[in-house]
């Protein structure tokens, strides 16, 4: 018998999964990272008020 668990990860569709993976992982990591940098630069107070500054001028 031969495995057909890996067939619909295989091919086209695993090719081309593994760079939008890798892509979402980078753009999560400079988040985190511009998200921890405005913290440590700003401080806490300051950076929840831009935040909510930011979140009010949307709507």
Avoid: K, N, Q
């Avoid at 090719?15 to 990591?29: D, H, N, S």
């Avoid at 107070?45 to 009010?56: D, H, K, N, R, T």
Wanted: with cysteine; charged share 10%; net charge positive.
């Amino acid at each position: 018998m031969s495995d057909t668990s890996t067939a619909g990860v295989s091919g086209r569709a695993g090719a081309l999964r593994r760079p939008v993976v890798v892509a979402i992982a980078g753009v999560a990591a400079v988040l985190i990272g511009a998200t921890l940098a405005l913290w440590a630069l700003l401080g806490p107070a300051v950076f929840y008020e831009v935040i909510l500054a930011g979140i009010a001028a949307c709507f």
